[in-house]
């Protein structure tokens, strides 16, 4: 399969020094589709970051959460200090794309476009490291585990910001669904926390033909699964968001035998602080209170994971200002809607001032298997927006590090 950048989204905006290299940035895009890594195992992919950034004259860090990569380039006399994230994680999902660059590992896929945002970001990190017109320090974050596993709070747990401070830190997101190289911004809330719950029902088993002689997990599991669909209806203001979905139950495996206990597994999320906290504690007291009143007993193992993904208005007043000035208004997606999805950039965040960004994925006609959202056997990431993206990036980076 043959690039052309004709093909790309917003071909007339794209940068020559981009537009030089697109090509090749897309094969290096699908080298990694092709050979993807789950979480903490990304050690190919960042060996790949690493020397290609090398290459081009920055200074590598290697070893932060384990696979995570950091390149630095320091020009001039300048202060201000530049963060830019990408992610390069994949999937436990069989991929069935069909595409000639599809997944050699079966049962593993870059089925969230993390492939693409590090070719976006690399793609970048070239053209800028061939300009040297900025004056300041950037530092390119290539951060592993983004699925699940919280590589982003494990590196700056790990001293990422102690290590490389930074004044700002950006990172962006493709989004099917949006057209095609669009560029979204939203202030404030952006992406709702998330937080997993396992929560253990224990009885008595016994005969199915005798219930009487039994504490049945699995009538309180019933009961408890109903129950929890009030604490978002009623008990979290009707202005604000929140889920609370049982995901998973699991308990006995024959029709004749009241099982012992049963297991729920559940998936909590929010915008705002107050009212996370306020889900953990009714969530806790209402499954103990229900199984109090069925005669069974309940644990409750609650997962903190990732919280609120919260944008600060200057930086993310910038990030607009940059895609508005270079694409105008027709580049640019109408005002966003806070989304329920979830991303540990958040921990990133809450340490640094900061905007998290989304670029439109198209509607799904740069692929036979028709659109479809992330986290799908079939998606792919559309190569058409990495120019304007990674252009994005170089324009980014020449506004916040400007030479004097």
């Known amino acids: 399969m043959t690039f052309r950048i004709q093909d790309a989204a917003g071909a007339e905006h794209v940068l020559p020094s981009v537009r030089d290299i697109a090509a090749e940035m897309v094969s290096v895009r699908h080298q990694i589709h092709a050979n993807p890594e789950l979480a903490f195992e990304e050690f190919d992919t960042s060996a790949l970051v690493a020397e290609r950034l090398r290459s081009w004259g920055y200074e590598v860090h290697q070893g932060l959460a384990g696979t995570?990569?950091?390149?630095?380039?320091?020009?001039?006399?300048?202060?201000?200090?530049?963060?830019?994230?990408?992610?390069?994680?994949?999937?436990?999902?069989?991929?069935?794309?069909?595409?000639?660059y599809a997944s050699r590992v079966p049962g593993?896929?870059?089925?969230?476009?993390?492939?693409?945002?590090?070719?976006?970001?690399l793609a970048a990190a070239r053209c800028i490291a061939q300009e040297r017109s900025f004056d300041g320090t950037l530092n390119l974050i290539f951060q592993p585990a983004e699925e699940g596993l919280g590589g982003g709070r494990r590196m700056v747990e790990e001293g990422l910001f102690d290590r490389f401070p930074c004044d700002a830190v950006f990172a962006?997101?493709?989004?099917?669904?949006?057209?095609?190289?669009?560029?979204?911004?939203k202030s404030g809330s952006f992406m709702a926390s998330s937080d997993s719950v396992t929560v253990t029902v224990k009885g008595k088993g016994g005969?199915?033909?005798?219930?009487?002689?039994?504490?049945?997990?699995?009538?309180?599991?019933?009961?408890?699964?109903?129950?929890?669909?009030?604490?978002?209806?009623?008990?979290?203001?009707?202005?604000?968001?929140?889920?609370?979905?049982?995901?998973a139950i699991r308990g006995g495996d024959a029709p004749n035998v009241i099982p012992d206990s049963v297991l729920m597994r559940l998936t909590v999320r929010a915008y705002r602080p107050e009212v996370r906290a306020m889900l953990r504690e009714r969530i806790t007291e209402l499954v103990k209170a229900q199984a109090v009143t069925l005669g069974v007993q309940a644990e409750v193992d609650y997962h903190w994971r990732y919280p609120a993904l919260v944008n600060d208005e200057a930086p993310t007043r910038f990030a607009r200002e940059v895609a508005l000035d270079w694409l105008g208004e027709d580049g640019l997606l109408p005002e966003l809607a806070p989304l329920t999805g979830s991303e540990d950039f958040s921990f990133m965040l809450e340490k640094c001032p900061g905007s998290y960004l989304i670029v439109g994925n198209g509607t799904g006609e740069h692929h036979a298997t028709g659109g479809c959202m992330v986290h799908n056997p079939g998606y792919d990431f559309n190569d058409a927006m990495l120019p304007i993206a990674a252009s994005y990036w170089v324009q980014l980076v020449r506004r916040f590090l400007q030479s004097a």
Do not use: W, Y
């Open 207 to 247: 005969h199915g033909s005798a219930p009487h002689q039994s504490c049945d997990p699995v009538v309180a599991a019933a009961h408890i699964v109903i129950a929890l669909q009030t604490i978002v209806s009623r008990n979290v203001d009707p202005r604000d968001m929140a889920v609370v979905s049982v995901g």
């Open 108 to 121: 593993k896929m870059h089925a969230c476009g993390h492939d693409g945002h590090t070719a976006i970001l």
């Open 68 to 100: 995570g990569v950091v390149g630095s380039l320091k020009l001039g006399q300048g202060t201000r200090r530049l963060g830019i994230r990408a992610d390069m994680d994949a999937l436990p999902i069989h991929e069935a794309t069909g595409v000639p």
């Open 172 to 185: 962006l997101h493709n989004m099917p669904g949006f057209p095609v190289g669009k560029f979204g911004f």
